[in-house]
């Protein structure tokens, strides 16, 4: 079994359990995710960005607000307040600007960035709630990346 968090159209967050990787992407792939919230049926993993610097030295990431544990991490976008999206916006812009996508390999990256055995930067991808909450464990600071509802493919 596989915990993945997971984010639909409206940028709901939510926590499901899988069988296996495999599962999820059959079940995602015959649009059989639904969100619990909303009921919309674009469903897909979310994304975690980016890492934050930790200890005495100055953050060269962009960063938003440091999260203490996945479960407080929960964000919902109301798409009818336009000072809400347009801040979400700017920091998916800065995120994406400013840090490097490493796509599922977040987490490992995260770790290598942490032990220094690779370059200091600000990175964003792809990591499962229970990678999450390992990094967290492990004092590493990262948070959530809400999705906008214009970004669905
Ligand atoms: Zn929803």
Excluded at 11 to 30: C, I, K, N, P
Aim: glycine content about 10%; charged content about 25%.
């Amino acid at each position: 079994m596989i915990l993945y968090r997971l984010a639909c159209d409206c940028g709901h967050e939510f926590e499901t359990w899988f069988q296996s990787g495999r599962a999820f992407d059959v079940l995602a792939a015959g649009g059989e995710l639904t969100c619990p919230l909303c009921g919309a049926s674009n469903v897909r993993k979310a994304l975690m960005a980016p890492r934050i610097a930790k200890g005495g030295g100055t953050p060269k990431t962009p960063s938003g607000a440091e999260i203490s544990r996945p479960d407080d991490t929960n964000i919902q976008i109301a798409s009818g307040n336009p000072e809400l999206v347009a801040a979400v916006r700017r920091l998916r812009q800065e995120v994406k600007e400013k840090a490097d996508y490493v796509g599922p390999k977040f987490a490992d990256e995260a770790r290598k960035i942490d032990a220094g055995d690779a370059p200091d930067r600000g990175i964003y991808g792809e990591a499962t709630a229970s990678e999450a909450r390992a990094l967290l464990d492990d004092g590493i600071a990262i948070l959530p990346l809400p999705r906008l509802p214009e970004e669905n493919n």
